[in-house]
Every structure is written in C-alpha cells, then in structure tokens.
C-alpha cells in the first residue's frame, strides 16, 4: 500500500488566495484526520471524519476553514481567504476499523502564506 | 480533554536504554495509551499501544502500572536514527477520537 498520499507536499500562496490540500487515506480505512503543526501549538486536529460523514471539527479555527470527503478515498482541507497565520504543515491521517487510534499519517503539506 | 505530560526534551547516548515517562492522570476506564514517533519532515508514525501491564513489539517497550495514571516508552539501546519527537496519547475510538492530544512531545536527542 502506498500510505496515505497528501498534495501538494509544498505551497506557497499569497494572503487572500483560496488554498485546498488534499488526501488520499489508505483503501479501507475508516477513519480520516486533519492535523495542523506548528512550532508555538504542536500538532492539532482539526477535524476528522468516520465512513465520509464529519464527526468532530471543532478543532477547526474559523469560517474560513471547511473539510469535506465525498467519498473513501479522498478528501479535501480548504482555506478561504488565506492569512500569513494559517502558515503550518498540515497532516492528513487515516486509521483501519477496529484500531482507530493507530493513525498513519501522510508526509503532510507545507503551507506558507505570504 | 484527555491532555498528557511529558518531559520537553531528553538526551542520551548510543547504546544507551531510554525511558520517556508521560502522566496521564484523568485517563478514562476506556482509554488506551498509544505512542507515537516523529523526525523531521514527516508525519508521526504509530510504534506501540497499550492498556495496562507491559507490552513488547520489535521497536520499544510500554510500561503501565495499575492505576494507568502514567506509562513509560522504553526503546533500548537506541541509536542515532531515533532521534525524534516522541508523542504519548491516550483516547478511545469512535466519537472520543477528537480527545485524542499530541501536544508537543519529547524531543529525544541520542549523541554519538
């Protein structure tokens, strides 16, 4: 299996841009995350979905924020205008039936917003 | 929030056995206690889960005692390559999986 696939693995953008990441879980995970790291918070979830329905985001900063997952194999984080704060690596993750707390992370995207 | 203690950084060197302990003193009855593995550049990787006594895999060793108010990541004789950020949760699945918290980890450094 190839691991939970993220692009892009780097973004540059200016403040205002529309930003969307975007994952690919592992095939027959049920579980899928999105994390946000930073030096000053560490690692945050933001989000996370079970069988493509959002079951917690409040970890979700603001509006500008929004997650979706239209079906098992993909999902998408966007960012709507884009702020320099918004700056971070941003994981996704997934995680099997049965073990849900064993998460696989992809190798995350970097986000820079200038 | 199941939140978790863990020292910030911790040194050692090659060959050495180190012993990262993290508090967890509101864990819940449902809980398990997982640990996580970090290097630079990466997403963290999973490396062992536990709910009480001692588990053993090919890569570390988790202690637990009785109470589960703590738990202690044993990776024996470590090498250069384990230097990482190390990450102690403790959450349940389904709809508790938003308690799950990294927080910031243990930075181990291991010195030639």
């Known amino acids: 299996d190839a691991g939970v696939i993220q692009s892009p693995r780097h973004e540059v953008t200016e403040m205002g841009q529309e930003v969307t990441l975007r994952c690919k879980p592992i095939s027959g995970h049920d579980y899928l995350f999105w994390y946000r790291q930073t030096m000053m918070r560490g690692l945050e979830l933001l989000i996370y979905?079970?069988?493509?329905?959002?079951?917690?985001d409040s970890g979700m900063p603001e509006d500008r924020f929004s997650a979706k997952m239209p079906n098992a194999s993909f999902s998408t984080l966007k960012i709507q205008p884009s702020e320099p704060r918004d700056s971070a690596v941003y994981f996704c993750a997934s995680s099997p039936p049965g073990s849900e707390e064993k998460l696989f992370f992809g190798s995350g995207t970097q986000l820079s917003v200038l | 929030l199941a939140k978790t203690t863990q020292p910030i950084s911790m040194d050692s060197y090659e060959g050495q056995e180190v012993n990262i302990t993290c508090s967890h003193n509101n864990i819940a009855t449902n809980d398990y206690i997982t640990w996580y593995q970090q290097f630079p550049s990466q997403g963290p990787r999973f490396i062992i889960q536990g709910y009480k006594t001692k588990v053993t895999n090919e890569v570390a060793s988790l202690f637990i005692p009785a109470d589960r108010k703590s738990s202690t990541l044993s990776l024996p004789r470590v090498s250069l390559s384990d230097t990482a950020v190390y990450y102690c949760?403790?959450?349940?699945?389904?709809?508790?999986?938003?308690?799950?918290?990294f927080g910031r980890g243990t930075q181990l450094t291991v010195w030639p």
């Open positions: 949760l403790v959450g349940a699945g389904g709809s508790t999986l938003g308690r799950l918290y």
């Open positions: 979905f079970n069988n493509n329905v959002p079951i917690d």
